[in-house]
């Protein structure tokens, strides 16, 4: 008699704590939230070809020696959207868009500028949530597409004559849009003001692999040569640079 009533005192805990942690686990999932969306506001700082210099004597006929190509700093502003699934709490897939107006690929002339680029990224972050602040690491591959991102020839009857010579004007050359393979590597730093909202940021090295294509430059002379520097156009070969990309955004979880 002792026995069956241990038994059904042991049973009926047993049901207890089972019944408890289904309820916990129902009400931990339903506080999870798998979905995310937000937008941002970021920087690009794209490396941009200004000048070139000889590295060897000046040339009046095709192919001409090699050069060494100068490159500025731009920062170019932008601002666009992301949306994200959480696989787990410190594992998630995310896609963002970005749209950079008036980001420029060329430093001169004035006529090159004026362009837009759009960004977009794909790919994985991973790291650790915690209740109030997740730090995380980042791998989103993708693409930078330029609207104004390669020169061509344009098809009047005397620009056909005149690109073949050397340096080529470059009133007979017109913009055309270039699309580009772009990693985005770095490190995301959340924080969490309620269980909804997210406050985000972003910093990491977007390596951007350019195929070949055709640049506007400054041309300097080489060494020893008493020439002016003049605006010339020059192929230049395919290349990865690398560009810093910071953002902040604010994000929302359901």
Known sequence: MRI???????????ALFINSQNVHSQSSGADEKKFEVGG????LQSLIPSEATFTGVVCVTTPCPSFVISNSRELQPGFGG??????TTNIAIEAELTFFPGADSFSVPDAFKGGHKIEGLFGVKAGKRFDKVGIFAKARPGFLYASKGDLQPRTDVLCIAMVNIFPPPAGCFETISKSS?????GGVVEVYPTKRTIIRFDAGDTIVRRGERTVPVVLNPGAGVLAPSFLTIIHVPAEATHNFQGSIGIGFRF
């Open 4 to 14: 069956n009533s241990l038994v059904s005192v042991i049973l009926g805990l047993s």
């Open 40 to 43: 941002q506001f970021s920087v």
């Open 82 to 87: 992301r949306i994200g699934y959480n696989l």
């Open 181 to 185: 393979f772009a990693v985005d590597l």
